[in-house]
């Protein structure tokens, strides 16, 4: 079982800036890729970035050259950090992870944290 944390979200105005982060903890034997996803109101969850367990970024369209993913495999921690946000980056942003125990896989999601952006 693991268990994710988020951590960092809040009110920022546009044009301002945020960094998110997320740390696992739990019973596992590894953690491979690591991502965030958002979901605003009345839309579906969708990718924001995801890492490779080797440090590998994906980036959505939406949030290429604004948002950078990176993560501490030593603390089993992925950041984002968000700058020059717009309105249209408000939502609920969920961590997750795909970890390893005893040969199984398993997708784990955080609980979400808030990112208001005023215009």
């Known amino acids: 079982q693991v268990r994710l944390v988020e951590s960092g979200g809040g009110l920022v105005q546009a044009g301002g800036s945020l960094r998110l982060s997320c740390a696992a903890s739990?019973?596992?034997?590894?953690?491979?890729?690591m991502g965030w996803y958002r979901q605003a109101p009345g839309k579906q969850r969708e990718l924001v970035a995801s890492?490779?367990?080797?440090?590998?970024?994906n980036y959505a369209n939406p949030v290429k050259g604004r948002f950078t993913i990176s993560r501490d495999n030593a603390l089993n921690t992925v950041y984002l950090q968000m700058n020059n946000l717009n309105a249209e980056d408000t939502a609920v942003y969920y961590c997750?992870?795909?970890?390893?125990?005893?040969?199984?896989?398993?997708?784990?999601w955080g609980q979400g944290t808030q990112v208001t952006v005023s215009s």
């Open positions: 997750n992870c795909e970890a390893e125990f005893v040969g199984v896989l398993r997708v784990y």
């Open positions: 890492i490779t367990k080797n440090g590998t970024p």
């Open positions: 739990g019973s596992f034997f590894s953690i491979n890729a």
